[in-house]
């Protein structure tokens, strides 16, 4: 017949959990500990813990050894000698109950050895700290291939096989995420390379569009002071008033018609050439300065005559 242990006082509850402790651990007989894990540091598998003294073999655990043998430490550690001091600090416990104490932890110790409802006056258990990736990782792979049964309820083996699944799944994420995080860096440098070439391009394309526009201003400004933009026509006024048709580009290149009706021309690369190579004594007249004839009504000089050829008063006849 089951005890509802609710119905206990705090004294009683906390002395029949001490009693229940040692009648346990009297079963034991010889193996009452301490116990260890064989071979421990090897990481053997599966793992087994052994009675100190008297040999025994308490338990055995499976454990992945790529991890360190938790639950087999754990079950060395709580021996039996373990449970004794527990069960003594239950009855002192107990006795403090009686002499008006409150021992809330002790009670909590006790309920969980009596497997009883806790006392809602007894400050719960501590939460579990949140399960970690490998556990989350290992839960979800579990329950999709078995659904309806939560990672709470899942049996030993399933816990270590679906662990190692969680192992290698991570491993997976591990080396895809190194590969994404290397990719990331090499776009880091391509794209700081990439920043620096246009930047040097981009002054460069600066630098260029400046002497550009120096250029084209200059350019304009020339073209300004040259009073056109193409060819500027003029008159080249030999000493005797005759003068021949001009003019000059831009460049500074001259031509002059010295027979429009052949066709024939002088060109030189300047003016200043055209009035050494042949032209001596002649003069440059432009279209700004005042025409032939008002010059020479102001100074009472016969008007100059365009050179159209031989005159025909020079001509003889037979």
Request: proline letters at 8%.
């Amino acid at each position: 017949m089951t005890t509802d242990h609710t119905e206990l006082t705090p004294a009683e509850r906390l002395r029949a959990a001490a009693a229940k402790l040692r009648t346990l651990l009297a079963e034991l007989g010889d193996c009452r500990g301490p116990w260890y894990v064989v071979n421990r540091e090897a990481r053997p598998y599966p793992q087994r813990i052994d009675n100190i003294g008297v040999p025994y073999v308490v338990a055995s655990t499976t454990t992945d050894p790529s991890h360190p043998p938790v639950i087999a430490d754990y079950i060395a550690l709580m021996h039996p000698r373990v449970g004794y001091a527990l069960a003594q600090w239950l009855e002192a416990s107990a006795d403090q109950v009686d002499d008006g104490g409150d021992e809330q932890q002790a009670l909590l110790a006790a309920s969980l050895l009596l497997a009883a409802p806790v006392d809602p006056n007894v400050p719960a258990v501590t939460e579990r700290p949140e399960r970690t990736l490998r556990e989350r990782t290992a839960a979800a792979i579990y329950e999709m291939n078995n659904p309806g049964r939560p990672w709470a309820t899942a049996h030993p083996d399933d816990l270590l096989c679906y662990g190692w699944d969680a192992d290698a799944a991570l491993l997976a994420r591990d080396a895809e995420m190194a590969e994404l995080r290397r990719q990331a860096e090499l776009a880091d440098t391509v794209t700081a390379e990439t920043k620096r070439l246009l930047e040097r391009r981009t002054t460069r394309l600066r630098e260029r569009a400046e002497r550009a526009e120096s250029v084209t201003t200059k350019a304009l400004s020339d073209l300004a002071d040259s009073g056109a933009g193409f060819a500027r026509g003029f008159r080249l006024v030999h000493r005797d008033g005759h003068y021949l048709d001009g003019a000059v580009f831009p460049s500074g290149r001259a031509f002059v018609l010295d027979d429009p009706e052949h066709g024939f021309a002088t060109v030189t690369v300047s003016v200043a050439e055209l009035l050494r190579g042949g032209y001596h004594g002649a003069r440059i007249e432009w279209p700004d300065q005042a025409p032939p004839a008002e010059q020479h009504a102001e100074t009472g000089l016969p008007p100059e005559q365009p050179c159209t050829g031989p005159d025909p008063a020079d001509e003889v006849t037979g």
